[in-house]
């Protein structure tokens, strides 16, 4: 069970940090991932990252703004956003995959945490 917070509202080039709590006693068998919901738009990845954590993939619109990284010990994963901007406004939602693929497709991902709403102001 996936359980993200942190989200609020900020103003542009602001920072927020999203964390993301995992139940499980098996959190580092899973690739987990972050992603997010614009309004009107349709779901999009923001950031994976492996089993150790040692490797991310970004999208390249928050490339060099957003740091992911996950502490297995205490199962949690964690979205430094920096220099926000309205564009990342949206539903964050983090995600698990149990399985071997190393991409960043949605449908790798099968356990969804309930979302958490960042909201950045111009």
């Known amino acids: 069970q996936l359980q993200a917070s942190g989200g609020g509202l900020v103003q542009a080039g602001e920072s927020l940090r999203l964390s993301c709590s995992a139940s499980?006693?098996?959190?580092?068998?899973?690739?987990m991932g972050w992603f997010r919901q614009a309004p009107g738009k349709e779901r999009e990845f923001v950031v994976i990252?492996?089993?150790?954590?040692?490797?991310?993939i970004y999208a390249d619109s928050v490339k060099g703004r957003f740091t992911a990284s996950r502490d297995n010990a205490n199962t949690m994963v964690y979205l430094q956003m920096n220099s926000l901007k309205p564009g990342d406004t949206a539903v964050y939602y983090c995600?698990?995959?149990?399985?071997?693929?190393?991409?960043?497709?949605?449908?790798?991902?099968?356990?969804w945490g309930r979302g958490t709403l960042v909201t950045v102001s111009s």
């Open positions: 499980g006693r098996t959190f580092s068998n899973y690739i």
């Open positions: 990252l492996s089993r150790s954590g040692s490797s991310t």
């Open positions: 995600a698990a995959s149990q399985g071997a693929m190393w991409n960043t497709a949605e449908s790798n991902f099968g356990s």
